[in-house]
C-alpha cells in the first residue's frame, strides 16, 4: 500500500445496520471506529499486539481487551490477518475502500499529466436510446479481482440472516427455527426493532413467568414474534401494604423495647 490517504468513505447506514456492529456494547463501538480511523492513516492496517492496539485507542490495556474480545468475536472477527500484510491486522471493508482511493487518485494524476479530465466519450453502449443514457467506461480504472473485493453493503436477505441468527442466539427457547425463520421474514425488522426485541428479551428471561417451572411457559419462538411479544411491560413492582394502625403501634413498641435494650 502507498502513502496514507486524507479521506475515507465512511457508509453510515452500512455500519449501523451491520449485524456485528449492533451487537457491540457502546465502548466496543466507539473502540471499533477508532482502531478503523487508526488503520486508515496507517495504510489499511494495525499492529497484531494487543498492547500497541490499547496505546493507538488510548485506553488502559485491562479495558481494551474488553471491547477487544467483544471487536474479536471468534465466529465474526472484525479484524483479519491477510497476506499483504505479514504480521499485521487489517479489515476486509478497509482493503475495498483503500482500493478505490487509489484507483481514483491514480486517474486524477493520469488525467492531470493530460491536461485535466478527458471529455466523455461515447462507447455505445446505449442503455436507452430515448433519453441517451450510456454506460461511462473509464480505461484507467483496473479491473478487481472479485476473490479480493468486499461488497459496499449487504443485500436486504443477508442482513436479515444475521439478524435473525442475533434473535435465535438470544432467545432462551430453541423450538421451531422453521416457523421462527418464516416470522422474522414477515415482520422484516430493522436494525432498530431489533433492538428493540433484544432489550425486551433482557427483562423478559428474567421474569417469574418465563423462569417458573423449567421454562415451561416461555412461548415458542415464532410465537413471540407473531404476537410481539416484544411490545410487553414489564410487570410492576408491588408496593408493600402499608402497615395497619395495629401494626404500626406494634412496630412502635418493639423499636422503643430495642431502643431501651441498646441503652442498657
Request: charged share 30%; net charge positive.
Amino acid at each position: 500500500m502507498s502513502t496514507a490517504r486524507p479521506w475515507l468513505a465512511w457508509y453510515p447506514a452500512d455500519i449501523l445496520n451491520d449485524p456485528k456492529y449492533i451487537c457491540l456494547d457502546r465502548s466496543a463501538k466507539l473502540t471499533y471506529r477508532e482502531l478503523l480511523d487508526r488503520a486508515w492513516i496507517a495504510g489499511a492496517k494495525l499492529p497484531a499486539n494487543e498492547r500497541k492496539l490499547a496505546a493507538l485507542a488510548g485506553m488502559p490495556l485491562d479495558e481494551f481487551r474488553r471491547d477487544w474480545e467483544q471487536i474479536q468475536d471468534q465466529d465474526d472477527p472484525c479484524f483479519i490477518t491477510h497476506p499483504v500484510f505479514d504480521g499485521f491486522l487489517t479489515n476486509k471493508r478497509l482493503i475495498a475502500e483503500w482500493r478505490k482511493a487509489e484507483e481514483i487518485a491514480e486517474i486524477a494524476r493520469v488525467n492531470g499529466q493530460k491536461g485535466g479530465r478527458p471529455p466523455k466519450q461515447d462507447t455505445g453502449l446505449n442503455i436507452d436510446n430515448t433519453n441517451k443514457k450510456t454506460h461511462p467506461v473509464n480505461p484507467g480504472l483496473a479491473k478487481r479481482n472479485p476473490d479480493e473485493s468486499y461488497s459496499q453493503s449487504q443485500s436486504q436477505s443477508q442482513i436479515q440472516e444475521e439478524r435473525f441468527k442475533t434473535y435465535w442466539s438470544a432467545y432462551p427457547k430453541k423450538t421451531g427455527k422453521g416457523a421462527a425463520k418464516k416470522a422474522w421474514a414477515k415482520i422484516n425488522p430493522s436494525a432498530a426493532l431489533l433492538q428493540k426485541i433484544l432489550t425486551a428479551l433482557e427483562w423478559q428471561t428474567k421474569s417469574e413467568q418465563w423462569t417458573k417451572d423449567r421454562g415451561q411457559f416461555i412461548p415458542n419462538p415464532a410465537t413471540y414474534l407473531n404476537q410481539e411479544r416484544w411490545e410487553d411491560e414489564p410487570p410492576a413492582i408491588p408496593n408493600p401494604s402499608p402497615l395497619s394502625e395495629k401494626g404500626q403501634r406494634t412496630a412502635a413498641n418493639m423499636q422503643a423495647w430495642l431502643e431501651e435494650n441498646d441503652a442498657k
